[in-house]
Nanobody, 119 residues
Framework: QVQLVESGGGLVQAGGSLRLSCAGSGSILPFNVMGWYRQAPGKERELVATQTSSASANYADSVKGRFTISRDNAKNTVYLQMNSLKPEDTAVYYC?????????????WGQGIQVTVSS
């Protein structure tokens, strides 16, 4: 059974930094795209950053220049380094990944981890 387990969230003051980690397990096939989404109270879930297995990255405009996504493919782990955090970055952050099967691509989600940025 494929699992994604996030770690590294918490409470930080505005201007501070946090590093999220997400470890994938349970798949005999490699993870294709891995990344992060977030959902703030009363808002829809939105993309934060994703990265392909060949290291091509995509960022939301709101985090460009502040957040950096990286991967360790050997460990099936994706990271999100978050710098210069703002109160509006407060949200539950979800790890996401997909696996490409012969029959198509399937998406997987972590349970989510809280990030709170105080002003």
């Amino acid at each position: 059974q494929v699992q994604l387990v996030e770690s590294g969230g918490g409470l930080v003051q505005a201007g501070g930094s946090l590093r999220l980690s997400c470890a994938g397990s349970g798949s005999i096939l490699p993870f294709n795209v891995m990344g992060w989404y977030r959902q703030a109270p009363g808002k829809e879930r939105e993309l934060v950053a994703t990265q392909t297995s060949s290291a091509s990255a995509n960022y939301a405009d709101s985090v460009k220049g502040r957040f950096t996504i990286s991967r360790d493919n050997a460990k099936n782990t994706v990271y999100l380094q978050m710098n210069s955090l703002k109160p509006e970055d407060t949200a539950v952050y979800y790890c996401a990944a997909n696996i490409r099967f012969l029959s198509g691509t399937k998406d997987y989600w972590g349970q989510g981890i809280q990030v709170t940025v105080s002003s």
